[in-house]
Structures are given as C-alpha cells and as structure tokens.
C-alpha cells in the first residue's frame, strides 16, 4: 500500500480527534474541509488555540476561565457577596445570568462527578470549592448542578460536605416547566412536583 | 452582563466552528474539553494544523494532499498507467486501495458538484483532471465518484466531457451488494439491479 495519508495529514487527523465526539471518519472529513476549503480558518483556529492556552487562567475565586486572577464577575462590588451559586460549566453559568434572576457569585465546577470516566471530587476542584465558601462572607450556597443522574450526584455529594461545615445550602426548584402540559411531561417529574407542591 | 467569555475563549469557540458540523454549543464543548481536560492535546492539535498547512499541497498529477510535488502512488511505476480512476475524496481512494483490486492510477476531485454550496465544475479541479486524463497514456477513466445523487451528478459530468475527448469511461457497477438481503436492499437497487442483470 502506497496510498496511506502523508505524514503531516495522518497527524492532523490524529490531533483532531482530541475534540470530544470526534472519532476517525469525522477527523478525516474536518482535517480535508480545513485543508482544502477553509486555510484561513485553520488559520485562525491554530492561532486562537495558541492564545487560549497562553492567555487563560482559572478565576481564583469562581473557577471560571478568565483572562485575569479574578474574573469581572467576581471583582464586580455589586454582586450579592452572601451567595454562592454551584454550576457544572461556563455554559450553565450563562444561562443562569441570561435570565437576569441571579445576582449572586459563582462557583464553576468545570464538570460533573462521573466515576466511570475517572471523574472524581479531585476534578471538579472540591477543596477549592470548599475554600471559597468557607470565606466567612457566604452563607447561602445554591447548588445548581444538572438534573440528569451524575448532576444530582455531585450535588448530593457537595451539599453534604457543605452542610457539615455549617453552611446553608439550596437546590434549584424540580417541577413542571414553564408551558409545560402535563401530558407530555414526564411521570418522574410530576410526581416531583406532586411532592413539593406549593400552597396557593 | 458580565459573564461573557473572556476574549480568547470566545476567540477559540468562534474559529472552532470552522469544522464541519460544528454549531455553536458543540464548539463551546469543544473548547471546554480542550482547556480543561486535555490540553497536551490542544497543544498537539495547534502544532498539527500548523505543520500541516505549512507542509502539505497536491500532489501534480492525481490532486491527493501530497508532501512532495509528486504523491508515491503517482510516482510509484509498478502501477497500471492506462487506467484512471476518479474518486471525490481521499478516504474513497484509501477503500479502493483497501481492495487490493486495482492496481491503476487516480485522480482525487476533492470534492463533487453541488451547485448549491457553491461547488462547480472549477472547485472539483476539471480542467487539471481533463489534462491528466489526456496525457497521451491514460486510455481507461473509472468514474468511482459516489452513488448519491451528487456523485452521479459529478459522474455524467465528467463521463460527457471526458468521452468527446476520445477516451473509454466506464463506472463502477451498481447491484446488490456482498451479503445483501433483497428484502432489506432498496427498491432502487433491485431495480437496477435487474436491468444490469449478468449471464452467469
């Protein structure tokens, strides 16, 4: 065989596949696109990938990436210094702040507890968790981790490490979503919100 | 708002979107992974991209990605020089290879027709393929494009330019394939599958 991928191309193919979701075939189809219809993309995404790695850090206080030590949520005097919110990613802490009820701080886990990919307490930077919401100032920490089976583990296993230390800790609302019809919700959440119905 | 990204991250979620297939939320996923859980990885991929796009072109004579000017399947005089076979991408020519079936020489398109995403007769490198073609020693084209309706589209394409030009064309034959089933092969196939039917 004389037609295997030149050198350069094979370890471009190989790199790729470092992205989450991407295996062989999707690596090879990325790498032609980038090569033959997108150079200037390439480009730039060699370029963005060397400044992000060079330019960003973790918030020491939030765990977010930031481009400083303290990010400019964290550095903001204005936010509600007494409370703690607890998210698994950036994405999340963006959607929280895109509903504009939420003027607390932050604390990025960067992910969720997830044993069998070698995910541990160690990952999701605990100890600096703790740290954080042991400054004296919080009292309030609001866990705000997914609701699929690893997000309720983290934040079982969070909320009790924090509830021992003294702190009050919350959990997001479960219920019936807005607009929802019951109809097409799914059994196990009305039977959620059957339990923690509110008197009207 | 300020819970934006830090410039360089939204930098590197932008430029990731220059994959194909590649949204917005895949591309933010894309860049968390990398930052956060892999970044020897990030760091082989920027190298990769770079080396690769310093270090590849195409190849003269069958338009692969080559890192010599010409590729050492071209170059390679063990192969049959009459035949050409004409496949779209680099992956179609490594599973003919995979055959061991065919011992001639290609011509790699880069592409196929799709008039809708811009892709003409100019992007599929016609006129360097017409004047491989007629080098005075190819006497047989195959056309291997794909049997999508594109592939076809490309085929009769290049079938009608390159026999007004003398040349034999022929293409790889349609019909059930190895181990099919006819109850679950496509009514399109058996169709042409029986009109193409062989003495046996």
């Known amino acids: 065989m004389d037609a ?11 790199a790729l596949r470092a992205l989450p979701g991407v295996g062989p075939k999707s ?6 696109h980038l090569l033959q219809r997108d150079r200037a993309g390439a480009e730039k995404l060699g370029a963005t990938l060397g400044h992000a790695l060079s330019s960003l850090r973790h918030c020491k206080r939030c ?3 930031s481009e400083s030590d303290i990010c400019p949520t964290c ?8 409370l703690l919110a607890v998210v698994e990613m950036p994405v999340d802490l963006n959607m929280l ?5 939420y003027n607390g701080l932050y604390f990025v886990l960067m992910g969720r507890l997830s044993p069998l990919d070698g995910i541990g307490p160690r990952e999701i930077s605990m100890d600096k968790l703790l ?13 705000a981790t997914n609701f699929t089976p690893e997000g309720e583990a983290t934040a079982h296993m969070l909320g009790e490490r924090l509830r021992e230390k003294g702190l009050k800790v919350t959990r997001l609302a479960r219920g019936v979503p807005l607009g929802g019809e019951l109809e097409y919700v ?3 959440t009305i039977a959620q ?6 008197q009207v």
């Open 131 to 143: 740290g954080r919401a042991l400054d004296g100032v919080v009292e309030e920490v609001v866990l």
């Open 186 to 188: 799914d059994p196990g």
């Open 63 to 65: 765990n977010n990436f």
């Open 4 to 14: 295997n991928p030149p050198g350069a191309l094979a370890a471009l193919i190989d």
């Open 75 to 82: 550095a903001n005097p204005r936010r509600e210094q007494k």
């Open 97 to 101: 702040e895109s509903t504009q009820s």
């Open 27 to 32: 690596a090879a189809r990325m790498a032609y």
């Open 193 to 198: 919100a059957f339990r923690e119905r509110r």
